[in-house]
C-alpha cells in the first residue's frame, strides 16, 4: 500500500487560496424556460480582467501547493513522518491500493505511524495538475528505493482526487499502481 506521501503541514497557508467568485444566480429555473434563454442564464459570466488575473494566480498557487503535497507524500513514505495523513487526507478518504485492497485516513495513519518499513527513499518524479472547480485531479508517478534484496527498487504510477472544503485543499481519493518493468 502507498502511504507514503504524506507531509503537508508545512502548507497551510498556500492551501487557503481565494475563488473567483460564482455566478449570479439564475431567477428562473432553466427548465421553465426555452433552451436557448436557459443556457444563456446558465453560462458563468466572464471575468473582468483583474478577476481573470486573479483567479488564475489562485490556481497557479494552488497547483503548486498540489504538486508540493505530493512530493511530500512520496518522501514521506521514507521518512515515516506519521503527522502528514492528518493534515494531507480528508475524514473521508478512500484509497485504491496496487493489491486492489481499499485503505482509508485511520488505515493510512496507523501504517505510517508504524514506521517506515524497509523503504529507504521515495522521492516525486512527475506530477500534472488538473482543475475542474473546487476539484483536482493529480496524477503522477515516483520512484522508491527499498532494503529488500528481492525488491530493491520500483514506481508507483497514481491518481489522486483533491477536494477544496471550506478553503482546504485535501485529498479525497487516491489509486495507486506498481507498473511493470
Request: avoid cysteine.
Amino acid at each position: 500500500m502507498r502511504l507514503g506521501r504524506l507531509l503537508l503541514a508545512g502548507l497551510a497557508a498556500p492551501l487557503l487560496l481565494a475563488q473567483a467568485p460564482p455566478p449570479a444566480p439564475v431567477s428562473n429555473p432553466p427548465s421553465a424556460q426555452p433552451p436557448a434563454k436557459a443556457a444563456a442564464q446558465t453560462r458563468k459570466p466572464a471575468l473582468n480582467p483583474p478577476e481573470a488575473k486573479a483567479a488564475a494566480k489562485a490556481r497557479m498557487e494552488a497547483a503548486l501547493a498540489i504538486e508540493e503535497g505530493e512530493r511530500a507524500w512520496a518522501g514521506s513514505l521514507a521518512s515515516g513522518d506519521a503527522s502528514v495523513p492528518e493534515t494531507l487526507l480528508a475524514d473521508d478518504f478512500v484509497g485504491v491500493a496496487p493489491d486492489g485492497s481499499l485503505y482509508d485516513k485511520t488505515q493510512a495513519v496507523a501504517e505510517v505511524k508504524a514506521g517506515r518499513g524497509d523503504y529507504t527513499s521515495d522521492r516525486l518524479e512527475r506530477v500534472t495538475v488538473r482543475f475542474f472547480g473546487d476539484t483536482a485531479i493529480a496524477q503522477g508517478s515516483e520512484a522508491w528505493t527499498r532494503s529488500d534484496p528481492l525488491h530493491p527498487a520500483g514506481r508507483f504510477v497514481w491518481t489522486d482526487v483533491w477536494l477544496r472544503r471550506h478553503g482546504r485543499w485535501r485529498v479525497v481519493s487516491a489509486e495507486d499502481l506498481i507498473p511493470p518493468k
